[in-house]
């Protein structure tokens, strides 16, 4: 068993992710630190920054993961600040700015950066395309997961349950962070 | 005069700032750097984060400014991201979440952060409180100027013009920075 420290205040996001890294034998270590975040339109910038800084202070490897939204007719908006949009409009303010909007595609956006201290950070990314739906359905997850449909299915993240899981954007760049850092200890 | 460095990739917010203190025998020298800027709900931490760090990188003392437009009813929305909200969902975004919302009261903050290298930052904050208009009004100034409408007057920023400066939430920190500049400048 791998253990890799994470750094996470959210709960929920920590269980995701360890049900998500589970099948790699590997497991985390919520590490509970003030995430520094840039302001900067690159989610990848964001968490790579976060990351090397937080290696530094804390001693040793980990991992941020920053997710954002990116909403088409929006101009990419919420984007890197979807949390911060998330406490103050919410999903109802979303969905009254996307109200009438024909064109509701939308990218939900993960990125994982790794970094050992001293050393730059690696990233790995993952991306669902979908549609903004009319109106929020479901109760799985948190944040957006109730009102984003990924492409394919007919249910959004929040209706999909444990199977979000599977598809997600946070999957998929955790999956690829897990089969990189197994591959690399073995050499 | 007195000559100080201020940090912005903005000429139209670099005129208004030399126009506040022209009475003060101030006189600012724009610098072109990539400002870093944490996320934070704080501008006060923003500005003064992103002074610290670039006053080091210049070598010399210099003035950031961060502004943010904080509106009640959308729980301080767009506040510290006032700039990228502008950049996605704009004027008009910003008009849909207000459609049919009573409570139009906002405050325009302006945080004026100065910083010698090696130095704790020293910062001034302007607050003007105000509406937010039903439509966008007037063409003086930027950004969210021609919907806010400072209380007391029945125009907007951008119907206001070269007054605005008389007025603003960012005369008021230009102003107790400069007051202040020049007292220490005397010692």
Chains 1, 2 share one sequence.
Not at 27 to 37: A, G, L, N, Q, T
Not at 80 to 108: C, N, Q, W
Not at 126 to 154: C, K, L
Request: proline share 4%; net charge positive.
């Amino acid at each position: 068993m791998h253990i890799v420290a994470f750094a996470t205040g959210n709960p929920r996001k920590a269980e995701e992710v360890r049900s998500i890294l589970r099948s790699y034998d590997i497991d985390v270590e919520v590490v509970k630190v003030r995430k520094i975040e840039i302001q900067d339109d690159s989610i990848e910038r964001i968490a790579a920054f976060s990351a090397r800084i937080l290696a530094r202070r804390i001693g040793k490897p980990l991992v941020v993961e920053d997710t954002g939204l990116f909403i088409d007719a929006l101009k990419g908006f919420p984007g890197p600040y979807s949390a911060y949009v998330y406490r103050t409009i919410g999903l109802k303010g979303v969905l009254k700015l996307m109200e009438g909007v024909e064109d509701r595609h939308a990218t939900f956006v993960c990125v994982v950066a790794y970094c050992e201290p001293g050393y730059r950070p690696i990233v790995f990314e993952g991306r669902v395309r979908g549609r903004i739906a009319d109106e929020a359905r479901g109760s799985f997850g948190w944040g957006y997961d109730p009102i984003f449909e990924p492409d394919g299915y007919n249910k959004t993240y929040a209706e999909m349950g444990v199977y979000k899981n599977e598809v997600s954007h946070r999957a998929e760049a955790f999956r690829k962070f897990a089969n990189w850092y197994i591959e690399s200890k073995r050499v």
